[in-house]
């Protein structure tokens, strides 16, 4: 038999990056695929797309239902089954008991979800295999499940044509799987408003999918979606204090003091934004003590994804063993795109001015205990930290 499960190299979203192209071409493979689904060019009428995350694979298989049925003048006949109560045999059932024979005229599709896939034993999973292979003509099974255990995917791999889907996890990964979206509802969205997003909702495919959505209806499509519409409607205080650390570490002081001010009155705990701003300054510190060994340069910095990956990677193992072991407090731990902004901020300020600063930001936090508004201490840092004697020079 002829193995027809489609690689890793159709994954459409997170894929393993040493072994692989960008991002870019899984999504151009899926293209591909949904292109031969609505040719009819499938080798199998049976196909399983399984993985870990529900949301994606909801989404691959709206688009199958859509182009499985897109050629019949009435839609096509479309079952969607209740996978709780819907066991392997009952599949087979409905399936061939509902087939029209010669007065079928348009085609027929059955949908269900199975978390976890019921068949756990290869001798059986191969038996209903064999079943599912020979579906009546026009008719197709598209089946969602949660990963598979690797003996019931090889054997699966001989009846089924399998779409293995994995979720992204970079941040590089989230934002072209974004991008990718919003092409599909024709709405442009620029790369600084997908990372934007990225930055503000994190890691969750579904909550990405669902901000955007809200600020297609914003957009009102006249324009492509940019950053400052994404930080004006998506509220999120991790990135509202990445945007206060650029005003800070860039000397721009009016700029730092509206960005607190709207954290406030948006009612922002000054506990919480004082503790995120002293994260901010820690993890800068260590890209400035990095900077400072020479293990990083400035080209690294600006250099492409990959040769800024190689060159983090180079930093010598025992100075990395120094770090943080708590991965929130240690500058390596972080996501690549991250790490890439605290250097960028550490290039313009001095190892003397983070430590100083760290030392006001110590000072600040006992102010708050003995202060009605704590307010009024973030003010006063903000002004102090963006005072330091790197930017006044720059600006001299």
Not at 59 to 73: G, Q, V
Not at 360 to 369: G, N, R, S, V, Y
Request: net charge neutral.
């Amino acid at each position: 038999m002829r193995h027809t499960c489609l690689s890793v190299t159709v994954m459409p979203f997170a894929f393993p990056v040493e072994k692989t192209g960008s991002f870019l071409s899984f999504a151009d493979a899926l293209v591909a695929f949904y292109r031969k689904v609505q040719q009819r060019r499938l080798e199998r009428q049976a196909i399983l797309v399984y993985g870990e995350d529900d949301f994606l694979i909801s989404r691959i298989i709206a688009r199958l239902r859509e182009h499985l049925t897109e050629s019949s003048d009435d839609g096509g006949e479309v079952q969607t089954l209740d996978g709780e109560a819907t066991g392997p045999d009952d599949v087979l059932a409905l399936v061939f008991a509902s087939a029209g024979g010669l007065f079928q005229t348009g085609s027929r599709l059955f949908i269900l979800h199975w978390s976890p896939f019921p068949l756990t034993k290869e001798k059986e999973a191969k038996k209903w295999g064999e079943a599912v292979r020979s579906l009546p003509s026009q008719t197709f099974l598209v089946i969602g499940s949660s990963p598979l255990p690797s003996k019931i995917e090889k054997v699966l791999s001989d009846y089924l044509l399998l779409l293995p889907v994995v979720s992204p996890k970079r941040d590089r990964d989230l934002v072209e799987m974004t991008k990718m979206l919003a092409r599909q509802e024709g709405v442009r969205i620029t790369d600084e408003a997908a990372q934007e997003l990225v930055a503000r909702i994190g890691p969750d495919s579904r909550s990405l999918a669902m901000e955007l959505e809200r600020l297609i209806l914003l957009s009102d499509q006249k324009g492509p979606i940019t950053a400052d519409l994404v930080a004006e409607s998506v509220p999120s205080l991790r990135a509202d204090i990445f945007r206060l650390m650029d005003a800070v570490s860039e000397g721009r002081r009016g700029d730092a003091i509206t960005l607190l001010n709207e954290l406030l009155v948006r009612r922002e705990s000054p506990i919480a934004i004082l503790y995120m701003l002293a994260r901010q300054w820690r993890l800068t510190l260590q890209a400035r003590l990095i900077l400072d060994k020479g293990f990083l340069s400035e080209a690294d910095i600006d250099a492409d994804e990959a040769l800024f990956r190689q060159a983090v990677a180079r930093i010598p193992a025992d100075w990395q063993d120094r770090l943080p072991k708590d991965p929130r407090y240690n500058l390596l731990k972080q996501s690549s795109w991250v790490v890439r902004r605290f250097f960028k901020h550490a290039l313009r300020m001095t190892t003397e001015d983070l430590i100083g600063g760290m030392q006001l930001i110590l000072e600040a936090d006992a102010d708050f205990k003995r202060v009605t508004d704590p307010g009024d201490v973030l003010f006063l840092l903000i002004s102090q930290l963006t005072k330091m004697p790197a930017h006044t020079e720059k600006r001299g």
